[in-house]
């Protein structure tokens, strides 16, 4: 079946710019997950949404980072007026309920912050 | 607060060798772990999980890993590895009722042939 997937892959941006990137998680996965992994370092939890609630955000690095899931599947995260410090692979991860099991990651988008 | 260390940055063997990989983490409760692994340009596995029971889990492609609690480690073991196993291990500890992983920093595999 199909995996997280993940648009664009790659993104160049202009400092200032702001973008969007999107997450399809596998059908049926309640829970969906977005990490930030800078180069050399593992992946740093960014946000977390169960369905359409977003329960926790506790990792987004400033209020220039914001996320979405509005009708509880397809997650976007947007980012306004980039800066350098934000490039970085995004990572998506769903997860088929909020119990304890695996995330299931999609190949990221890859951030350059020019 | 909760942490995950993998020490060993970048780690060379030869092919056929036997290889393991080290993981210690810091967690107030019962530690949910898993090993991941990720090849360039894609998302990351999951080797293996450990939740409760038997301290020695098997996971895919002959990975194994054995949970300590005396050392807070979860590495992970291979008894012989192939020039396929080249890529990027990391060690990850589920947190918050599982609403969060924390991650380590990676350990880079290169295989000699």
């Known amino acids: 079946g199909a995996g997280v997937s993940q648009s664009p892959r790659y993104k160049v941006a202009k400092r200032g710019q702001d973008v969007a990137l999107r997450c399809d998680p596998i059908s049926g996965h309640v829970s969906l997950f977005w990490y930030q992994q800078a180069l050399g370092q593992g992946p740093e939890f960014l946000t977390y949404f169960q369905n359409e609630a977003q329960l926790d955000k506790s990792g987004l690095p400033s209020d220039r980072f914001f996320a979405e899931r509005p009708e509880g599947s397809v997650s976007t995260l947007k980012i306004q007026r980039t800066q350098q410090e934000d490039s970085a692979v995004y990572l998506c991860a769903s997860s088929p309920d909020r119990g304890y099991n695996e995330q299931f990651f999609g190949p990221g988008t890859r951030l350059t912050v020019l | 607060a909760q942490s995950v260390t993998q020490p060993d940055i970048h780690i060379t063997v030869s092919e056929g060798a036997s290889l393991e990989l080290r993981c210690n983490y810091s967690y107030g409760a019962t530690p949910y772990l898993f090993w991941y692994v990720q090849s360039p340009g894609q998302g990351l596995q999951l080797l293996l999980k450990?939740?409760?029971?038997?301290?020695l889990v098997q996971g895919i492609k002959g990975f194994e890993a054995e949970f300590k609690r005396s050392q807070s480690s979860f590495n992970l073991r291979k008894p012989s590895v192939h020039w396929s196993d080249a890529a990027e291990y990391f060690c990850?500890?589920?947190?918050?009722?599982?609403?969060?992983?924390?991650f380590g920093s990676g350990t880079k595999l290169n295989v000699k042939p």
């Open positions: 450990y939740f409760s029971g038997d301290t």
């Open positions: 990850a500890v589920g947190a918050d009722n599982f609403n969060k992983f924390y």
